[in-house]
């Protein structure tokens, strides 16, 4: 842990409340510190004060305050025309002409098509070059993702910044980092929940029946198997149950002035696949996957990134530590898979080889609110969602599911930008 601050320090000039979460989980923070640090500050297509203004762009459409600040001081730092920060209109006409990508990216990225990239790459004096492009999408999809996380572990500025606290700061799980890290546990946790029943037993049995359920599961995985017919009806099922989950106080974000200067058409947002009659198709992982085709495009425009962002996919995809809640000695690989599986599925991402049946029984509908409001609309998240799922579950397991959340939602969105990167290059 100590190395990793200390390497993370060295490479950002600062240890910010992103890595004091994140180390929850060293491994995995090693991966992200090494890919960050890789796309904005080693050898790459861009220059460096590009590279920061496309984090602002990105973390901006989350109305992210938190990052895009991080990012404009890193982009001042580096030589970066202050004007810019006044509007995208006043940066130069490349970088504007990213803005469309980024706005469907990050709310709708079943909707990009080669057109999309077409228009970027023959811009005539303000084109794009692929490998220019590719950093670009990686630094969108990243951020993006990191905004997810931002919010949905309810982190506060730093100290020394706009907004940040020196004692208890207002976050998600109502804890200070030196709270967290020390494990300490709240009050809020002992308390009576609305029915008058104490909600620490209601959840311990919460942890019970989940258990339950991945037994019988496993069972019936052992004696038999669905047909591709069923597989597939299932999927659709739960692609098109996922458009109803939302959550109660689902009401709509205004950005503020400093945030939304930084990108074009603050109305638009994520909306569900079939709304208004609108059909978008299955996106079939058999037809077109990361690791087939996504690892190598990016490999060969941008050298070591794919390899990195492979490493930090897998990392994430299989961390354990075989324990759930009070719980030891536990296989969660299917409950990791559901979670993964489940993201992808709302961005119409199928797996022929996964009963998407399975999503129902293991995850509840709190939990499926919590995910789907970090992934598709962070801005949103409130603490309640985040004390509403999984309560009997330590806060570094929270962690662990968001680090699954923004890992699943970044390869989603890549594999929409890549797919229609190579359609344009055949």
Known sequence: ?????????????????????????????????????????????LPLHYRHYIGIMAAARHQCSYLVNLHVNDF??????????????????????????????????WL????????????????WSLAELIHAVVLLTHYHSLASFTFGCGISPEIHCDGGHTFRPPSVSNYCICDITNGNHSVDEMQVNSAGNISVSDSFFE???????????????DEEEASQEEMASRF?????????VFSSDDEEVTPARDVSRHFEDTSYGYKDFSRHGM????????????????????NRLYPDVGQLIDEKFHIAYNLTYNTMAMHKDVDTSMLRRA??????CMFGIRYDDYDYGEINQLLDRSFKVYIKTVVCTPE??????????????????KVHVNLLLIEARMQAELLYALRAITRYMT
């Not at 659709?236 to 109803?244: C, T």
């Not at 949103?380 to 397991?397: A, I, L, N, P």
Request: hydrophobic fraction near 35%; aromatic fraction near 12%; charged fraction near 25%.
């Open 1 to 45: 842990m100590h190395t990793l601050f200390a390497d993370s320090f060295a490479a950002l000039g600062r240890l910010d409340n992103i890595t004091l979460v994140m180390v929850f989980h060293p491994q995995y923070l090693e991966s992200f510190l090494k890919t960050q640090h890789y796309l904005l500050q080693m050898d790459g297509p």
């Open 76 to 109: 001042l730092h580096v030589g970066g025309d202050p004007k810019w920060l006044n509007g995208l209109e006043n940066a130069p006409q490349k970088l504007q002409n990213l803005g469309e990508l980024n706005k469907v990216l990050a709310h709708r990225p």
């Open 112 to 127: 990009i098509t080669k057109e999309h990239i077409e228009e970027l790459l023959k811009a005539e004096e303000h084109s």
């Open 207 to 221: 942890v019970e029946a989940l258990m339950e359920k991945m037994r019988q599961l496993q069972e019936c995985r």
């Open 236 to 244: 659709e099922i739960e692609k098109r149950e996922s458009m109803f």
């Open 279 to 298: 059909h978008v198709p299955t996106f079939r992982v058999q037809d077109y996957c990361w690791e087939d085709h996504g690892y190598s495009l990016v």
């Open 339 to 344: 979670i993964w599986n489940y993201i992808h």
């Open 380 to 397: 949103k998240v409130t603490k309640r969602m985040y004390d509403s799922f999984w309560r009997q579950f330590q806060h570094s397991e």
